[in-house]
């Protein structure tokens, strides 16, 4: 007996590629069913609604402004920045350009006498915005893949990272989360604990297999929320081991 598979038309097209078909939000928000998540879902949807229903805080002049940059590497679509105050998502920008420099400092202008710290994931291709950004803005490059300052719970800093993201959206306070695409990436993370007991964040390949594409803004959301890791410094000299470069600016 054959199946017959349906394809979305019209509005839904755009959301099927962006989403794929296992995505709670795609099951809850354009087919109408009841929205299936992972037992070990990183972020549950409950916290991605409840933060896309509150309302930012007021404008302020003086309140610090965060911003997170995830690189888009060889074949992947976007470069994001997430730019934040406080708990509140400000303002979230996707570029698809090859050179995303211009756009990128366009972007992060307009906060400038506000903006205390950018963080990008300083390793790789990542590298080259880290040092451009340094000339105009504090910055500070992160290497995510290395051991976590706690090591005890998390196998390497990505996780200890999205894990401080995760406590705040289940704290309630997080806010202005209204881009539906980045709500759908957070929403499609996994994690689980390794045989010592350390939270460990799903592979962007294990994802791949299950058809999850890239999560850049999802990693540009938990770069914005990253503290301020300058303050800190390393564990030893060795130089393959650093957690943050910090920009000359």
Do not use: C
Not at 10 to 20: I, L, N, P, T
Not at 48 to 73: H, I, K
Not at 94 to 105: F, H, K
Not at 154 to 170: D, G, H, I, P, Q
Request: hydrophobic content about 40%; aromatic content about 8%; overall charge negative.
């Amino acid at each position: 007996m054959s199946v017959r598979i349906s394809r979305p038309v019209d509005g839904s097209r755009r959301k099927y590629k962006e989403w794929g078909p296992g995505n709670p939000l795609w099951e809850s928000r354009v087919l109408g069913l009841f929205p299936k998540q992972s037992q070990d879902a990183l972020i549950s949807l409950a916290w991605l609604e409840a933060a896309q229903q509150r309302q930012p805080a007021a404008a302020s002049t003086t309140e610090p402004v965060f911003a997170g940059l995830d690189v888009a590497g060889p074949g992947d679509a976007e470069t994001v920045v997430v730019i934040r105050r406080g708990n509140d998502v400000v303002e979230i920008r996707s570029i698809t350009a090859d050179d995303a420099r211009g756009e990128v400092l366009a972007t992060l202008l307009p906060y400038q006498r506000q903006l205390q710290l950018v963080t990008v994931d300083g390793v790789g291709i990542g590298w080259y915005l880290f040092a451009h950004l340094g000339e105009v803005f504090p910055v500070q490059g992160v290497n995510v893949g290395i051991p976590a300052f706690d090591r005890e719970r998390f196998v390497n800093l990505k996780a200890e990272l999205y894990w401080s993201l995760r406590t705040r959206f289940e704290s309630g306070d997080l806010g202005g989360l209204t881009d539906a695409k980045t709500r759908a990436q957070l929403a499609s993370l996994r994690y689980r604990h390794n045989a010592r007991g350390q939270v460990v964040i799903e592979s962007k390949e294990e994802a791949r297999k299950r058809g999850v594409k890239s999560p850049d803004r999802a990693e540009a959301m938990m770069l914005a929320f990253s503290p301020d890791m300058r303050i800190f410094g390393d564990d030893d000299d060795d130089e393959e081991d650093y957690r943050v470069h910090i920009s000359p600016y």
